[in-house]
């Protein structure tokens, strides 16, 4: 969305003399693809958002035992003077001096909510990194293989993935962690499972569209093996759609895991997760509110940032804007 | 066309025998024996032998499979071992209820999406556009879970006495029931028919059965159930429906022939949406059939939240409670319908472009 909102700007203009002045004049690798996207990506509003929400997200998990007030599973009965769900009491605006502060409230087991939901973004990006991470190893390496090999496996590659995308997302990782037993390791593990043909697909595609061109031909006339020319020459061509949509994807395996989590399915408690934060209070919504909005409202800033990020990434990286139509493609 | 449908048609059935196999896998390897999660304490060997033998349990796994994908292709899922009736009916019973949640989603998604898409296209930049797309930003990134929890916050409760009230849980208040039309006008038919079994499943979508039995108290009161929880599907759809709308408004907004038309002197509504909605509908078509997908896994969700039973939720609870019969049965009957969708949306390209010819 964001290069909608600021006018594409032609590729001639983007890399001036005046900045490869500021560098080395004869190094054309200066402006190599990943340079001049990086400049792009950054002159899109959405995407700065993006990387700001992300930077204070990855800022508090890195220092969370300095923010948080509290340690996310201490109990505070008996340390301190607060009731079950007690609503947030900020000393600024006004709540008595003498009562404890805690900023977004205390939870049904006499927890400061602040400080789980600050342990909570450790919870979420790893779950995000690391269930994309496997699952674009897998995607990646079945649809470079299929696609780049063809015949008879890549059609039986493609069908079970078929089967796969068959069944409505939610549905089949909930079944796949009922198999594997509820927990927030075989959660991560379910839906990256889930999300390996969206990988797969969007590799092979791009494998596909390179596979037949001059400079792969090349390459094998210089007596390159298959395993360099998928490596080097052809998988380095599908990176770009890749990275956008394992960015995207990093959002909605933050989205599904809390939503198994919160269907009980995934973290299991104490563990500060956001998503079975919910969970637990979801009753209290008419009598502790606050305990409901604000795991919701850090599950949301955070699978903004990223989906924020992933649009500004794919406007960054679309070839098509590098030619100046100045349509932006959503 | 006929010949395309056909190719596509069998192109299907190896997807659908996958999973066929798939749900029959997943459903053996969840872990915990159907006896002792239907008997519990009582689940003695000799009670669950003969339990066993009783629901064919006890044969080889490769014959399991096959009597059931048998059954399967008969339309024959069973008896659910927690409610002892057949799984089939409980299908016709609670469907309904999830295709009209459904459906007032995709509903709301697409007329609300679609002008919202049009219009921040037309009007790139503006505030409206903007305000737009910042909306869509935070609609896709909302948990369905927490927004009903919200929803029922702010309706049920913040707006209590008002006349925006919305109940918060259950298909109708208490007290109202939805009588099916076959009662009203005492339509005959044998039980276990195919016709009863038709009466049954029409007569539970309670919009359209209050509607032709002109009882306007229940049609009312389900609607106003149904908002919420509607609201709550719709919300991450109707997000994708608008962005997806805008960008293909804008790449045929930049067409020559577009321009062409402005110079002819059309006016703007002619040239929006003539030259450019109809045109630039492929795409948005595309993304509003793969919305099915997104909207069923959300009503496992919405469902469960706003105490519906329908099918989403049967379906967790069946899980949980490993009522195999149910689990196949109801994963079978949405993915293939899931299969069969697709199909539709892939056929209707060449109604929308003249310029495909799909033999």
Known sequence: ???????????????????????????????????????????????????????????SAIFAPWIAPYDPEQVLIGKEDV????????????????????????????????????????????????????AVIVGTLLGAVSGFLGGWMDNTVMRVLDVVLAFPFLLLAIAIVSVLGPGLTNAMLAIAIISIPIYARVTRASVLSVREMDFI?????????????????????????????????????????????????????????????????????????????????AIMFTVLAFNLLGDGLRDALDPRLVHGSGVAKE | MTQYTIRRLIAAIPVIVGVLIVTFVLARAIPGEPCTAMFGEKATPEVCEKFNRDKGLDKPIA?????????????????????KRSVSQILIERLPQTMELGMAALLIA???????????????????????????????????????????YV????????????????????????????????????????????????????????????????????????????????TIPLAIIARMTRSSMLEVLGQDYVRTAKAKGLKQR??????????????????????????????????TIFGLSGVGRSLYEAITARDYPIIQGFVVVIAVGYVLVNLIVDLSYAILDPRIHLD
């Open chain 1, 1 to 59: 969305m964001s290069s909608a909102t600021e006018p594409a700007v032609p590729v001639a203009k983007l890399p001036p003399l005046d900045d490869a002045a500021a560098g080395d004049i004869g190094d054309f690798r200066a402006n190599s693809l990943w340079r001049l996207t990086l400049r792009r990506l950054f002159r899109q509003r959405s995407a700065v958002i993006g990387a700001i929400m992300l930077g204070l997200l990855v800022f």
């Open chain 1, 83 to 134: 009731r079950k769900r007690a609503a947030p009491c900020i000393h600024l605006l006004g709540c008595p001096a003498d009562q404890p502060q805690h900023i977004l409230g205390v939870d049904g087991n006499v927890r400061d909510q602040f400080s789980r939901i600050i342990y909570g973004t450790r919870v979420s990006l790893y779950v995000g990194f690391l269930t994309v991470s496997l």
């Open chain 1, 217 to 297: 031909e090349a390459s094998r006339a210089l007596g390159a093996s298959n395993t360099q020319i998928l490596f080097r020459r052809v998988l380095p061509n599908a990176l770009p759609p890749l990275i956008v949509v394992a960015t995207l994807g990093i959002a909605t395996a933050i989205l599904d895991t809390a939503a198994l989590s919160f269907i009980g399915l995934g973290a299991q408690p104490p563990t500060p997760e956001w998503g079975s934060m919910l969970a637990i209070e979801r009753n209290q919504v008419f009598s502790a509110p606050h305990l409901v909005i604000f795991p919701g409202l």
């Open chain 2, 63 to 83: 014959t399991q499979f096959l009597i059931f994908a048998k059954d399967m292709l008969r339309g024959d899922f069973g008896d659910s071992i927690r409610f």
């Open chain 2, 110 to 152: 697409v007329t609300v999406g679609i002008p919202l898409g049009i219009i921040s296209a037309t009007r790139r930049n503006s505030p409206a556009d903007v305000a737009t797309m910042i909306g869509a930003n935070i609609g896709v990134s909302m948990p369905v879970f927490w927004l009903g929890l919200m929803l029922a």
């Open chain 2, 155 to 234: 309706f049920a409760l913040l707006l209590k006495d008002t006349p925006f009230q919305l109940p918060p849980s259950g298909r109708l208040s208490a007290g109202v029931n939805s009588i099916p039309f076959y009662e009203v006008y005492n339509l005959q038919f044998t039980a276990g028919t195919f016709k009863a079994s038709l009466f049954t499943f029409l007569s539970n979508f309670y919009i359209f059965n209050s509607i032709i039995t002109a009882n306007w108290t229940v049609l009312t009161d389900s609607i106003r159930h149904l908002i919420l929880p509607a609201i709550a599907l719709a």
């Open chain 2, 270 to 303: 002619q040239v929006v949406m003539k030259h450019g909605f109809r045109n630039a509908l492929l795409p948005i078509v595309t993304i509003v059939g793969l919305q099915l997908g997104l909207v069923l896994s959300g009503a496992i969700l919405t469902e």
